[in-house]
């Protein structure tokens, strides 16, 4: 009876800290899923603040473009017309 009592009590010391290991393991394990996550959430927020401000850096760019756009089309407008009519004086 004295060795039953006894393997029990071993028995229930390792399993009770075989438990409590575990459980630490798995306790560890989420904790660095979640800094993980935090890592990676902080990464795409990092990204996210750099693609903004490429965007912004293109729409400036963008509008640039459209004011030589525009300046060259009232350009090429006046100067069309000035042919038409130096055609038309020519011609008529």
Not at 62 to 71: C, R
């Amino acid at each position: 009876m004295n060795k039953d009592i006894l393997l029990w009590l071993v028995s229930g010391v390792l399993g009770g800290t075989t438990i409590s290991s575990l459980f630490k393991y798995l306790t560890q394990r989420r904790f660095q899923s979640i800094s993980l996550e935090q890592r990676l959430r902080a990464e795409m927020f990092t990204q996210i603040d750099t693609l903004k401000s490429e965007i912004a850096t293109l729409k400036k760019e963008l509008d640039q473009w459209q004011g030589k756009y525009l300046t060259l089309h009232k350009e090429y407008t006046k100067l069309k017309s000035d042919f038409d009519k130096l055609v038309k004086d020519k011609n008529g």
